[in-house]
């Protein structure tokens, strides 16, 4: 086990037991698990959405549902493998209903998500939907930039971190394209960027 792994797995352990979360009755009630990410440990491109539906907090997977199936297909269509990238939420129980997550959720769960960026240490933050897109956006210091995902979808940020600059690049949620077929058009022309950085 490298130190990467090591440490990725005591934030899974600790969101495990992470009672004080509002989510955690509503997971062990329900005997769903934590989504804390998958994907590898040396990724240079992290994926970062916003929370589990259903069928991720049933398998402990991010992205394994319909959301999922769009995003493995973008994956796909710019070449590349679902496996060498690191794929994770903001937020790691499920909400109620797949609703919106909640400030407090946020702030519950976003520092196992700087965590794991530290940890990663990825070179590119793809955001997909405009919590984990604000949330990024404001941990990196672009808050004055911040304007709606419509205006920011594909273009490219630069962020400094301990270990460097990342570049962070916001992008529609794949589920947003479930509802609005359009949508899918404008996820392949943005994923393309990504062909870049493979
Ligand atoms: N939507 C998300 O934001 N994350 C998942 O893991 C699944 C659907």
């Known amino acids: 086990m490298t130190e ?26 329900n005997k769903y698990f934590p989504v804390i990410g998958e994907g590898s440990h040396e990724a ?4 970062i959405g916003e929370a589990p539906g259903r069928n991720e907090a049933k398998t402990g997977r991010p992205f394994c549902g319909s959301a ?10 710019v070449g590349i493998n679902r496996s060498d990238v690191y794929i994770t939420n903001i937020v790691k ?6 609703r919106d997550p909640l400030p407090e959720e946020i702030a519950v769960y976003g520092p196992f998500l700087d965590r794991q960026i530290d940890i990663i240490q990825p070179k590119i933050i793809a955001t997909l939907g405009r919590y984990s897109m604000g949330y990024i956006m404001e941990k990196f210091g672009l808050s004055d930039i911040l304007r709606p995902i419509s205006e920011l979808h594909g273009e490219v940020f630069e962020g400094k971190t301990s270990y460097g600059s990342v570049l962070i690049i916001p992008f529609y949620h794949p589920a947003a394209a479930i509802y609005n077929r359009s949508l899918i058009e404008i996820l392949k022309k943005d994923f393309a960027i990504l062909k870049k950085y493979r």
């Open 4 to 29: 990467r792994d090591r440490l990725l797995k005591e934030i899974k352990e600790e969101v495990l037991v992470l009672k004080e979360s509002p989510l955690y009755l509503f997971r062990t009630t």
């Open 44 to 47: 240079k491109i992290v994926f």
């Open 68 to 77: 999922g199936k769009i995003l493995d297909d973008l994956l796909a269509g």
């Open 93 to 98: 129980d499920r909400p109620q209903n797949n």
